[in-house]
């Protein structure tokens, strides 16, 4: 059975993007616009893997992933933060928040799919 990944980003040509790799490459793929939207996508779905944006509306990704890891369905889930964020700090916040890893925008799609085999593991 195919890993279900949900996408979390304000931008609709990311989303896009993100998408079309990682269908392509066989993972069914949910897209959220916001944290909140995500959110309220988690709490009636199972996803294996989420994806976020950072800088986004309603509620942002490191606030979205201490929500997530605050539910016992998703405590021990991947999430990866993509995001033009790029410091240490911001970096040292999202491991504190529990995320898995951090990926810079532009991405490259062959790196996404390396990370999201990697998590998926």
């Not at 294996?48 to 309603?58: C, E, W």
């Not at 201490?66 to 970096?91: C, F, Q, W």
């Amino acid at each position: 059975m195919s890993k279900h990944v949900l996408i979390v980003d304000d931008s609709a040509s990311i989303r896009q993007m993100v998408e079309a790799t990682l269908k392509q490459a066989g993972y069914q793929v949910t897209a959220a616009e916001d944290g909140k939207k995500a959110q309220d996508l988690c709490q009636s779905k199972r996803f294996d893997f989420v994806l976020t944006d950072q800088n986004m509306p309603n509620m942002d990704g490191l606030t979205l992933i201490k929500n997530l890891r605050g539910m016992s369905s998703y405590r021990s889930t991947p999430i990866v933060v993509l995001t033009t964020e790029a410091s240490d700090s911001m970096k040292a916040k999202g491991r504190a928040a529990g995320a898995t890893g951090w990926m810079v925008k532009p991405f490259d799609p062959s790196k996404l799919l390396d990370v999201t085999s990697k998590v998926l593991k």
